[in-house]
């Protein structure tokens, strides 16, 4: 699958992927190293537990094969408040793949998740239109007021099924940052992910496959604020 198909539809198929995002120019913060038993597990909850978070989110997928290459850059913002979640992404690509398959294109993604009459319903806009769109979901409603919704949901699943015990035993510490390499089958993954003030600050990842004649790679930092952010009113939507 081409960059731009394979971008597209992550973009969309997550649904709710989005995620992006700049993290701007603003001095980082000093990592921690989590002490005591359980300090892991207990950091890690702190997160799943928050109901007023902000995470930016910048993902950039390349790939190369012997007909030629492509990139995407997904950059966007997910927030958190209020039981309600807003999304907001935008896409850029770029491939050459041959005469039949050169192009650039971009995208915007938008939408909100909230309440309406006891349900949890979320409300899209595609940049292609000027409507939002309703649909119901069956997702529940309490998961979603905190950040564990956002995290399993929003971000993938992947980051809501970290093993603690792998983590605390094998993870290395070095710079405020803890770092854990998987590989397998021709797949790297390298995590790093730093703690501040006892919660995530941090998740950065990077996964690289290659194969004969080419590979890809997918770099996705997360950056996690908590407090003082607002989703503001649901949208109008027709009955």
Wanted: proline share 1%; aromatic share 14%.
């Amino acid at each position: 699958m081409k960059i731009w198909k394979k971008a597209l539809s992550f973009l969309l198929a997550l649904g709710m992927t989005a995620g992006f995002a700049a993290c701007g120019d603003k001095k980082e913060p000093a990592g921690e190293k989590l002490e005591g038993e359980g300090a892991w597990a207990a950091a890690w909850e702190a997160t799943f537990s928050a109901t007023n978070m902000t995470v930016d989110i910048k993902i950039r997928s390349e790939e190369s094969n012997m007909g030629g290459s492509g990139f995407t850059v997904q950059e966007g913002t997910v927030k958190l408040a209020d039981g309600k979640v807003y999304v907001y992404g935008e896409m850029e690509s770029e491939w050459d793949f041959g005469e039949d398959e050169q192009g650039k294109g971009s995208s915007t993604l938008e939408y909100y998740l909230g309440l309406k009459d006891g349900q949890l319903y979320q409300w899209h806009y595609y940049k292609q239109g000027d409507e939002w769109q309703e649909f119901s979901s069956s997702k529940d409603v309490e998961t979603y007021a905190t950040g564990y919704g956002v995290i399993s949901d929003v971000l993938g699943p992947e980051i809501g099924r970290y093993d603690y015990v792998a983590w605390e035993s094998t993870a290395t510490y070095d710079g405020g940052v803890y770092t854990m390499e998987i590989s397998s089958g021709g797949i790297m993954r390298d995590y790093k992910v730093k703690f501040v003030d006892g919660k995530i600050y941090s998740i950065e990842i990077l996964s690289s496959i290659s194969y004969d004649g080419g590979g890809s790679t997918d770099h996705l930092k997360y950056v996690f604020e908590y407090g003082n952010t607002s989703v503001g009113e649901l949208p109008i939507t027709k009955e």
